[in-house]
T-cell receptor, first 114, second 113 residues
Framework: NAGVTQTPKFQVLKTGQSMTLQCAQD?????MYWYRQDPGMGLRLIYY???????DKGEVPNGYNVSRLNKREFSLRLESAAPSQTSVYFC?????????????FGPGTRLTVT | AQSVTQLDSQVPVFEEAPVELRCNYS??????LFWYVQYPNQGLQLLLK??????LVKGINGFEAEFNKSQTSFHLRKPSVHISDTAEYFC???????????FGDGTTLTVKP
């Protein structure tokens, strides 16, 4: 099992460019999440998806869109990147069933917007 | 609203000394509690969790945590740390049926030789 995979690992964008961060899990988990991590601010939830076809806003959704393409994949799109979106982005998944609520994280995508 | 507070942003400690990383949460109902560890340039991984039952929870790498309902705390402890325990540690809280967890800001544990 690969667990949670994220692509790309690193990305540099210019202000105003767009890009999509990809995430996939092979554990048949129901829920998937996108976080950003900034120094001293912990993890902040951007969007999450409790099941295929559903998405909900988290704490910091502005400037982002998501797609739960199927049970395995959950992508994060930046339509017009801004320097404030420079961060490390983590995708996570969780069974969210049968008493298993912990999250499994991918290795992260380090994004720089200049 | 769910909130979780990690009381120390940085904890330096010498190798083989004991350590406690403190976590408090706000809730008037039962919650699920987690500790995660993040090594440099990696994602988070689960250390231990409390869902119900025994208030003393044992996790990986010799860590344990104690759930204290009256003090709404879930402090993480290890009796003797190693250099390899240097990492960032996150406490997280989840209400039943919430569908998502709230993470604290993290505590950086630095173990010195």
């Amino acid at each position: 099992n690969a667990g949670v995979t994220q692509t790309p690992k690193f990305q540099v964008l210019k202000t105003g460019q767009s890009m999509t961060l990809q995430c996939a899990q092979d554990m048949n988990h129901n829920s998937m999440y996108w976080y950003r991590q900034d120094p001293g601010m912990g993890l902040r939830l951007i969007y999450y998806s409790a099941s295929e076809g559903t998405t909900d806003k988290g704490e910091v959704p502005n400037g982002y869109n998501v797609s739960r393409l199927n049970k395995r994949e959950f992508s994060l799109r930046l339509e017009s990147a801004a320097p404030s979106q420079t961060s490390v982005y983590f995708c996570a998944s969780s069974p969210e069933t049968s008493g298993i609520y912990e999250q499994y994280f991918g290795p992260g995508t380090r994004l720089t917007v200049t | 609203a769910q909130s979780v507070t990690q009381l120390d942003s940085q904890v330096p400690v010498f190798e083989e000394a004991p350590v406690e990383l403190r976590c408090n949460y706000s809730s008037s109902v039962s919650v699920y509690l987690f500790w995660y560890v993040q090594y440099p340039n990696q994602g988070l991984q689960l250390l231990l969790k409390y869902l119900s039952g025994s208030t003393l929870v044992k996790g990986i790498n010799g860590f344990e945590a104690e759930f204290n309902k009256s003090q709404t705390s879930f402090h993480l402890r290890k009796p003797s740390v190693h250099i390899s325990d240097t990492a960032e540690y996150f406490c997280a809280v989840r209400y039943p049926h919430a569908g998502k967890s709230t993470f604290g800001d993290g505590t950086t544990l630095t173990v010195k030789p």
